[in-house]
């Protein structure tokens, strides 16, 4: 297989029950995807040998463990990511410091893997920041988790499109800002309703937007996934942010 056109900053969310079905729409995407994001979901079902094995076909693969343990387990699973040949991996910034350095640190023996951190998941409001006794609203807080990212020594962090351009405002040119929460016009992901509800991202964004606020990657899930034509609904995320 031959990804090396495909923009690696368009990410494709696996985010399936079962590895047949994963594996059906990576062979259907072919060379059209370079870069996969593997959750929780299908890395508990498929188990591991699936990230190598995308890796051993070329692909990037964002593994999406969203750590928040203590220091020396989420030292423990960065590594093990990195040994799988991940090339990105998630901790919470929600967590603190002390499990940022930690995952830093575990990367080091890996060049290739790239430690984000997480700030404020897309589908929390002020009031479920509220519920959990944080005062700020959403905006101040990803701010803040940003900068405690970057002190902390983390390559980048996750945002909502909304967000990549205050975020990159914050942490200049280089940190990395992959942003999920992004939907296509007229695309109503399944989960969402037909009212304009936008599949669980309460702070959603299209392609272009995110990528013109400062966004270095995107990540694509049920508008490629469920797509009548996925090669197709990939074209078109590619295309609204102007070509490459
Ligand atoms: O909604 P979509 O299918 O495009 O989701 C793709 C990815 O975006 C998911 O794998 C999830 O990790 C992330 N996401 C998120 N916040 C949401 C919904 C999805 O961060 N509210």
């Known amino acids: 297989m031959d990804t090396t056109t495909a923009d690696r900053r368009i990410i494709v969310a ?3 029950a079962d590895r047949p079905d994963a594996e059906a729409l990576v062979a259907r995407l072919g060379d059209a995807c370079g870069s996969y994001k593997v959750g929780l979901e299908l890395l508990t079902a498929a188990g591991p040998d699936l990230v190598r094995e995308l890796v051993g076909r070329g692909h990037e693969v964002f593994l999406d463990l969203k750590l928040f343990e203590i220091p020396n387990s989420v030292a423990g699973a960065v590594r093990a990511a990195g040994a799988l040949g991940a090339s990105m991996v998630t901790v919470h910034s929600m967590g603190g410091t002390g499990i940022m350095t930690a ?21 929390m ?36 499109p909304r967000e990549a351009g205050p975020l990159r405002a914050l942490l200049g040119r280089d940190p990395l800002i992959v942003t999920p929460g992004v939907t296509l016009a007229g695309v109503t992901p399944a989960g969402g ?17 995110a990528f013109g606020a400062g966004a270095s990657h995107i ?20 295309s609204d942010r102007g070509g490459r």
């Open 14 to 16: 696996l985010d399936f």
């Open 103 to 123: 995952a830093v640190e575990a990367a080091r023996e890996f060049p290739g893997l790239r430690v984000l951190a997480l700030t404020v998941v897309t589908s």
């Open 125 to 160: 409001t002020g009031s479920d920041l509220a519920d959990i006794g944080i005062g700020a609203d959403p905006d101040e807080q990803v701010l803040r988790l940003a900068r405690l990212a970057a002190e902390a020594g983390c390559d980048g962090v996750i945002a909502s």
């Open 193 to 209: 309703d037909s009212d304009g509800d936008t599949g669980g991202h309460a702070r959603a964004g299209s392609p272009w937007a």
């Open 219 to 238: 990540v694509v899930g049920r508008s490629v996934t469920r797509a009548p034509d996925p090669v197709a609904a990939l074209r078109r995320i590619a």
